[in-house]
Structure formats: structure tokens, C-alpha cells
């Protein structure tokens, strides 16, 4: 910028209005003269002498970098960052794994019980603000920082990140905050917020980050692997839904569960407090799962229309898994005790969603109907199985998410059309399909070892629980708020009359 330019943008200290407007105007002739159009009266950015461009340049549909005259002129170089057509599609789809967040609060609040809502809520919401914090100091530089085959060692704060990459480090994020979020739910009812938020930027800085490298990097030693063969996982069966599933399956068992749900020591059902908010929430993050398997693909434009065909395959296989989930698990639930439950549907739908991840791009319809089938099994054995065992999940996290996970990794190698173990048959698909195996174990062991050593620190200092009181009464006084304040203002005095001394007659009875 020339003195000039610097002159006429810095702040005006004349007060003088008649002055003011004559300087102004003075200086939009010269800068007119010299080519460098100034901003409008309404204080639109101007545009640098390097980087404007007409409009006629505009309608001839020109790909000219337009940059502010405050900011560096940045040109990003499209074969490596993509087009801006491939920046906004991933965008987009960032956007809509954001708003997953929303479907995990609906979700979790109308499954909990009305007085640990505004609780789980608050949780939800803070996942948001701590993933992004967590992920920008070192979550990002761990994943996808250049360093060995373990872990990344630079891009700590963003610091040698271009902003041209930006738009991929915005869509990373969502995926870590939806990692953390999935024991949000898994955990309700019970947990203190202390023990949430160092386990939330624990999970986001370092143990999802760790997964990533190893799994979703050219040099990670999972995704190497041997002879061109490793670690396969499109969209995160593993990378995002093991985790997330794991880390609630230990958080579970170190913190044990709620104490109104223990009757002679056996866990009971507990009835969702509000069926509409459950579904609504679910079936928000089925339509989430759509831009979570999509974005995936990373790109959108290209000449010859590959993206845009891997993108449908993704979405075909996402819908047709989901049904499959659905259909099954309220198949299975109506086998069992005759009704066709919703929350089964939901779940269901879910766990054949989070089952397509892992080969949304390469599974053809009727083999994602099946993943989708398989995982509606799993998801109602494995929530079975919890409740045998004693494990409190308050909102099915590990059947969904952990367990329809693992199948999922372990489907893609069956299932790859024309060089899955079902079509192939040689030694090459059976190879890949032992690599996910390893993959797998691999993701579930870290996962495991790292959040249960966070939890049984703070177990350790007494921080993983609330008061015995708090948590029969319900986590609203922590936050000084109250979930439903008419409704329970019109419990209180309907308890309140019932408890008044009612009136006698006079009379003596007959």
C-alpha cells in the first residue's frame, strides 16, 4: 500500500464535517487517477490495484482473486487447494456436520430425564466452543501437522497454515467437536461438568488428533501400510465413531451408573423424557450424515465429473444403510416385546449410518442395504448386552456408535465393489481386509488407554461425579437454571396443595 492509500484509509481526526468531505473527496480524485478505486460510503472493503477486477471482467464469469486492501493478495493454487467451487462445497457440507451438534442436544435432552436436560444441553453446546479452542492449539497440528509416522510436530495455533487451507481445517474441526460430543449422551445424568471439560479438550487436542495422522495422512503408518495396502476408512466408521464410542464405553465403566436407575441391583428401563425432541434430534443427524459422508469426497469440481459421481455414491449408500438400520432394529425390537418403538427406529437409522461411513464411496446399493441390515443387529445385541452388564448408557452411544462403527470398518473390505473379499476373493482383498482389523484394534486400544487413565485421574480426585443430591434432584442448580420453569412452578403447587391440611365437617358422621 502506498503512503498515499495509507493516508486516505487511516481514521479521519478532523471533526469538521465540511473539511472532512473535501479531503475525502479530494483523495477519491486522485485515487481514481491512480487506477486504486476507493471504498464506498458504505464501507465496503476497497480492492488492491493488483487483484480488482471489473465488470465486465465479472460477467465474462472471470476467476481473478479478489482481496481486500487490508488483507495480503492471496492467490491459492487450485491443484492443491482446490477451486473455489471445491472450497464452497466443502463449506457447505462443514456446515451441516456443525448443525449435527444441534441433532446430538435434541437427542440427548429428550432422552434424559426433564431435570438433567438444560445439564446435557449445556454440554452440547459447550463441546462447540471447546473443540474449537482444543483443535486450534495443537488438535490440528497433531493430525495433520508434518512430523513422523505417530504424530504431527508444527501448524500448532495455525501457524504455517495457509489460508488457503483453511476451508479443510474448518471441516476437520466439526469432525473432532462430533468425536467428543458422541460420550456427551453416553455419560448423562451423573457426570460433572469439570470431568466433561477435561475430558472434551483432552479428546479434541490429543486423542482423536493421534487417530487422524495415523489414519488420514499420506505418512500415517495405518494408512501406509505395506505394498500399497492400509488402513481403509472413507468418512470415519473408525477414525470417528470407534472413538467417540470407546471413550463413552470406558467413561461408563469408571463412572458407573445413575443411581436412579439401580433397583436391587440391576439396572431398569428409564422412558425418554420427551420422544418428540428425541426424534427430532435424530433425524437431524441422519440428514447431518449426508454432508458427513459427501463432504468426505473433499472436492467437487473436476472435468470429468469423478467427483461428482463419488459424491452420489456416497449419498445412495448413506440412505440406503440408514433404512437398513431402521428397518431391522424395529424388526427386532417388535420380535422381542411386540412394539414398534421409535427410539429402536431412530438408533437403527443411526448405526446404519455410522456403519456407511467407512465405505459410503465404494459400496453399491444393495451391499450398503446390507451394512445397514447388520448394523440394526448390532446396535439391538450390543444395547442388550449393556444393560446385562450393568453399563448405564443413558443414550445407546456405544451400540450406535462403537459397535456400529466396527462393523462398518470390518464391511468396507467385504463389500468393496469389484476388489472386496465378496467379489474379489484373492489375496490382496483379504489383506486389506486384515489391515482394517489391525486398524481397528488399534483405534479402540488408544482410545481405551488414554481416556481411561483422564478418568481415573479425576476419579481419583473425586472431580467425575456430582453431589449424591445433584444428581437425584438433577443438574439444574449447578447451572442456576431450570429446564421447563412453568411446568415444574405448576408441579410445585399441585405437590404443595396436596400436602394442605383439607377442611372437616362440622357434622358427626352418619
Known amino acids: 500500500m502506498s503512503m498515499l492509500q495509507q493516508r486516505y484509509f487511516a481514521q479521519p481526526t478532523n471533526d469538521n464535517t465540511t473539511s472532512g468531505f473535501l479531503a475525502h473527496a479530494t483523495c477519491c480524485l486522485i485515487l481514481v487517477f491512480l487506477n486504486a478505486p476507493p471504498s464506498n460510503y458504505r464501507g465496503q472493503p476497497t480492492r488492491t490495484l493488483e487483484h480488482s477486477a471489473t465488470q465486465k471482467e465479472r460477467k465474462k464469469g472471470s476467476k481473478k482473486k479478489m482481496t481486500t486492501a487490508a488483507t495480503v493478495p492471496v492467490v491459492c493454487d487450485p491443484e492443491r487447494y482446490g477451486t473455489s467451487l471445491d472450497q464452497f462445497f466443502l463449506f457447505s457440507c462443514a456446515i451441516w456436520v456443525l448443525m449435527m451438534q444441534v441433532g446430538f442436544a435434541f437427542l440427548e435432552a429428550g432422552t434424559v430425564s426433564a ?27 497433531i493430525a495433520y501437522g508434518d512430523g513422523t509416522s505417530f504424530i504431527g510436530l508444527n501448524k500448532f495455533f495455525l501457524i504455517g497454515v495457509d489460508v488457503c487451507d483453511y476451508g479443510f ?40 488428533p493421534v487417530i487422524v495422522h495415523w489414519t488420514w495422512t499420506s505418512e500415517g503408518w495405518l494408512s501406509s501400510g505395506k505394498d500399497g495396502i492400509g488402513y481403509m476408512d472413507f468418512a470415519g466408521s473408525g477414525v470417528v465413531h470407534a472413538v467417540g464410542g470407546t471413550c463413552a464405553l470406558v467413561g461408563i465403566k469408571i463412572i458407573g451408573p445413575r443411581r436412579d436407575r439401580i433397583r436391587n441391583g440391576v439396572l431398569i428401563d428409564l422412558q425418554p423424557h420427551s420422544i418428540p425432541l428425541l426424534v427430532l434430534g435424530g433425524l437431524m443427524l441422519v440428514v447431518g450424515f449426508f454432508a458427513f459422508n459427501a463432504g468426505s469426497a473433499l472436492s467437487i469440481d473436476d472435468a470429468t465429473g469423478a467427483s461428482g459421481v463419488s459424491i452420489a455414491i456416497a449419498l445412495v449408500s448413506t440412505i440406503m444403510s440408514a433404512a437398513g438400520g431402521g428397518f431391522c432394529a424395529v424388526i427386532l425390537h417388535h420380535y422381542r416385546d411386540g412394539t414398534l ?19 459410503a ?34 443414550c445407546d452411544a456405544v451400540a450406535v456408535h462403537l459397535g456400529a462403527g466396527s462393523w462398518g470398518v470390518i464391511a468396507r473390505p467385504l463389500f468393496q465393489a469389484r476388489v ?16 482394517n482389523i489391525v486398524g481397528l484394534v488399534v483405534i479402540i486400544a488408544w482410545s481405551a488407554a488414554a481416556t481411561g487413565f483422564l478418568f481415573m485421574l479425576l476419579k481419583w480426585k473425586n472431580m467425575v461425579r456430582v453431589p449424591v443430591e445433584d444428581e437425584l434432584a438433577g443438574h439444574g442448580g449447578e447451572h442456576g437454571q431450570s429446564t421447563y420453569y412453568e411446568l415444574e412452578s405448576h408441579q410445585f403447587a399441585l405437590y404443595s396443595k396436596s400436602l394442605a391440611p383439607r377442611k372437616t365437617s362440622s357434622a358427626s358422621p352418619v
Open 115 to 141: 431435570k438433567n436436560a438444560t445439564h446435557v444441553l449445556f454440554k452440547n453446546t459447550f463441546d462447540i466452543i471447546i473443540g474449537a479452542i482444543g483443535f486450534f492449539i495443537c488438535g490440528y497440528a
Open 361 to 394: 464411496d465404494v459400496l453399491q446399493p444393495w451391499a450398503a442395504l446390507v451394512v445397514g441390515i447388520v448394523s440394526g443387529a448390532v446396535c439391538q445385541y450390543v444395547s442388550a448386552k449393556m444393560v446385562q452388564l450393568g453399563l448405564d448408557d443413558a
Open 341 to 359: 418403538n421409535i427410539v429402536a427406529c431412530i438408533n437403527g437409522m443411526l448405526a446404519g449410518a455410522v456403519a456407511s461411513c467407512a465405505g
Open 169 to 208: 481445517y474448518f471441516f476437520q474441526y466439526t469432525f473432532a467437536a462430533a468425536a467428543t460430543t458422541i460420550v456427551s449422551g453416553a455419560v448423562a445424568g451423573r457426570t460433572s461438568i469439570t470431568a466433561y471439560v477435561a475430558y472434551s479438550i483432552f479428546v479434541t487436542s490429543i486423542v482423536y
Open 420 to 435: 472386496g473379499v465378496f467379489h474379489a476373493w484373492d489375496a490382496t482383498s483379504a489383506l486389506q481386509l486384515a489391515w
